[in-house]
Every structure is written in structure tokens, then in C-alpha cells.
């Protein structure tokens, strides 16, 4: 992974921290967009890590590995032997729940966005995915 080269340009951060912070409000802890290969973390609240960025980095790669396994939920879940895919629709988002907050994460192609923040509502969540899966699936190359 390189630190030099972003995954996306800035207009296309700013607007994934736009919608995110829109929606999710201060409760938002902070931000990453993936893809495969590398990531950029876009977003971390003022109060985590000091204002060190290269901790706030390291943290985070270890998230985005874990978040990464199974890319795609195509990948994940229409892997199976037999071809048949889950009785319960289409993926939408990934949401982990902890003791004190949730991580959540969505993929649009062969890109993501991973959220992490303090308690919300499930309904705070879909609203986010929503527009995130929106402009990750119309803003192609970024």
C-alpha cells in the first residue's frame, strides 16, 4: 500500500465526508475509502489519536484488512458450489456492532467506504449506504 497515490480525487472525498457527516452527524469517529490494493482515510474526529495521522493510519490499515476479506458481496456470497445465492436479497452494507460503537461498511464495485462511530440507530446506517452506494457506483475510475 502506498501513501503517496489516493484511491480518489479530493472532490470525490470531500463529498464521501459530506454524506457521511450529513448523515451520520457527530457521532461520525472517521472515514476510509478502499479499493483492493490501497486506501485513504479521508475523515478522523478531532478527539481520536491526537491529531497524529500516522496513527490514525495505522489503526485503520488494520480495519481496512479485515474489512477487505471477501471484497465483494458477490464474492462472499455467491461463492457457493451450487451457484445459488441467499433467499434474503441483495447485499446492501456490512455492520459490525462493539461495545462502544459500529463499524460499518459499504462496496460499490470494486471500491468501498468504511465508517466507524459511536452508538446509532440502524435507520442512521441505511440512510448513509444508500448515498454511498450511489456515488460509489456513478463516479466511475475515481
Request: hydrophobic residues 35%.
Amino acid at each position: 500500500m502506498t501513501e503517496s497515490t489516493p484511491t480518489i480525487t479530493q472532490s470525490v472525498a470531500d463529498a464521501i465526508v459530506s454524506t457521511c457527516r450529513t448523515t451520520l452527524g457527530d457521532s461520525l469517529r472517521s472515514v476510509v475509502h478502499f479499493t483492493r490494493d490501497d486506501f485513504d482515510v479521508l475523515y478522523v474526529r478531532r478527539d481520536l489519536y491526537d491529531g497524529d495521522e500516522a496513527a490514525a493510519r495505522a489503526a485503520k490499515s488494520e480495519l481496512v484488512e479485515n474489512e477487505r476479506t471477501g471484497f465483494g458481496p458477490r464474492e462472499t456470497y455467491s461463492a457457493g458450489t451450487t451457484g445459488a445465492t441467499p433467499d434474503f436479497g441483495e447485499y446492501e452494507f456490512t455492520l459490525r456492532v462493539f461495545s462502544d460503537g459500529f463499524v460499518g461498511r459499504v462496496v460499490g464495485g470494486d471500491r468501498g467506504v468504511i465508517v466507524t462511530t459511536d452508538e446509532l440507530e440502524l435507520s442512521e446506517f441505511e440512510e448513509m449506504e444508500v448515498a454511498l452506494r450511489r456515488m460509489l457506483e456513478s463516479t466511475p475510475g475515481v
